[in-house]
């Protein structure tokens, strides 16, 4: 079946520091793959989305390409903030049209 | 525009009893998910909703779970007798009619089962 594997967390990071958060799915056909954030006490955002193989998705200084010959959408950003603290999320969208996640990466950046 | 809101925001009972959770999704939005976090793992799908019609119910863990949604606007989730495992977060997403929208997701209920 459909599902979706991130590195475990958590993550922690000084600030400007360079952030890689790996994802990689099992899927049939072609998905639209995102990537979620959860801030402190808020609710799932979405962070970025692609919807087809080459395809970068991009928000925040964030990015991630969707890589169909790895299985990948690896989420990476060139220089945290302390507040991009929080937890990540990767998931894909199956055929039914419904959400599978990964078990999400706490990230922590440090001043 | 006011975005997919949840209450209660987080809930504290005695396993057998019952709470009934509540989401309003955006407004004008035919599409609603239930969504659960247990135990800091994945987040897992429930049940969607399309209008006031359930379209896929392959989440639902049992029959002490059930899902309404009214007239097609908000949609409640009652969990009756209430278990130590349905301890987690439940998030509501909502999404626009149509097929590949974006889910838009509330900040969800927080459960307890003592």
């Known amino acids: 079946g459909n599902s979706v594997t991130q590195m475990e967390g958590p993550v922690t990071l000084s600030e400007e520091a360079f952030l890689t958060i790996n994802c990689t799915y099992t899927?049939?056909?072609?998905?639209?793959l995102f990537w979620y954030v959860q801030y402190p006490g808020e609710g799932l955002q979405l962070l970025l989305k692609?919807?087809?193989?080459?395809d970068k998705g991009s928000n925040k200084g964030f990015e991630a390409t969707y890589r169909k010959e790895t299985t990948s959408f690896h989420l990476e950003k060139g220089s945290v903030q302390v507040s991009d603290s929080a937890v990540y999320f990767c998931a894909l969208e199956d055929s039914s049209y419904k959400l599978i996640f990964g078990s999400g990466t706490r990230l922590l950046v440090r001043p | 525009e006011a975005g997919v809101t949840q209450f209660p925001s987080h809930s504290v009972i005695e396993k057998g009893q019952t709470v009934t959770l509540r989401c309003d999704p955006i407004?004008?939005?035919?599409?609603l998910y239930w969504y659960r976090r247990v135990m800091g793992k994945e987040i897992k799908f429930l049940l969607h909703?399309?209008?006031?019609?359930?379209?896929?119910e392959s989440g639902m863990p049992n029959n002490r779970f059930l899902a309404e949604r009214t007239g097609g606007t908000y949609s409640t989730l009652k969990v009756q007798p209430a278990e130590l495992e349905d301890s987690g977060v439940y998030f509501c997403?909502?999404?626009?009619?149509?097929?590949?929208?974006?889910?838009?997701f509330g900040p969800g209920t927080r459960l307890l089962v003592l």
């Open positions: 909703f399309v209008k006031e019609s359930k379209q896929d």
């Open positions: 899927a049939t056909g072609y998905p639209s």
């Open positions: 997403a909502s999404s626009q009619a149509g097929l590949r929208e974006t889910q838009y």
């Open positions: 407004s004008g939005h035919d599409n």
């Open positions: 692609a919807t087809k193989a080459d």
